[in-house]
């Protein structure tokens, strides 16, 4: 079983929709929490870090992450087609030394 | 300039050729990482190093080693590349701290024939 599940998609919406996007993780001891935005021909970038549980705001992007399931979100609001890339979850725990990373979820916004 | 760069951006080559993709960074970090992305698989670590005198190997070592010459380069090699090391290949930096991001250049493009 792979640490980090991530549905690859693809994932298509039409522009001004709510886009959720999801994964799951093995390893309770994870505690650090990340969404990485890979653009085409383009390495990943963070949009958003979060640590434990809870609920994290960032414009139009809104990370939560409930570790009772081992499940963590990344929501979108009012989507865009600039928002279209591949999303990569992503996690470490405390005394690890590597980011474990989701295979991606491919995100396209239709004008 | 980009904070990472990786060279060269694309290469096609043989089955059985020796290649080295190279990756500079600017931004003093000592982490240093090498990943390979396929689709479908993610980003799987190939190998990391922590500074000049450390290396070490990730999930997916085999057929492949490292160089890390200076804290600011760290290059791959495929001593004999073989056609499923066909992949997008990308070299990150992180700095000290748990909340610190990784930095990812734009990746090397290799095909193998």
């Known amino acids: 079983q792979k640490e980090v599940e991530q549905d690859p998609g693809p994932l298509s919406v039409p522009e001004g929709a709510i886009v959720s996007l999801n994964c799951t993780y093995s390893?309770?001891?994870?505690?650090?929490f990340m969404w990485y935005r890979q653009y085409s021909r383009k390495g990943p970038e963070l949009l958003m870090y979060t640590y434990s549980s809870g609920n994290k705001e960032d414009g139009r992007f809104t990370a939560q992450v409930d570790k009772s399931s081992k499940y963590i979100s990344l929501f979108i609001r009012d989507s865009q087609p600039s928002d279209s890339a591949t999303y990569l979850c992503?996690?470490?725990?405390?005394?690890?030394?590597?980011?474990?990373f989701g295979s991606g979820t491919r995100l396209s916004i239709r004008p | 300039d980009a904070d990472v760069t990786q060279t060269p951006r694309n290469r096609i080559t043989k089955t059985g050729k020796r290649i080295m993709l190279e990756c500079s960074q600017t931004?003093?970090?000592?982490?240093m990482y090498w990943y390979r992305q396929d689709p479908g698989l993610g980003l799987r670590l190939i190998y990391y190093s922590f500074d000049v005198k450390d290396i070490n190997k990730g999930e997916i070592s085999d057929g492949y080693s490292v160089s890390r010459q200076a804290q600011a380069k760290f290059s791959l090699s495929l001593e004999s590349a073989i056609p499923n090391q066909t992949a997008l290949y990308f070299c990150a930096t992180r700095g000290t701290g748990l909340q610190q991001p990784q930095h990812f250049g734009d990746g090397t493009r290799l095909s193998i024939l």
């Open positions: 390893n309770s001891a994870f505690q650090y």
């Open positions: 931004k003093g970090h000592d982490r």
């Open positions: 992503a996690t470490l725990y405390s005394s690890a030394s590597k980011i474990i």
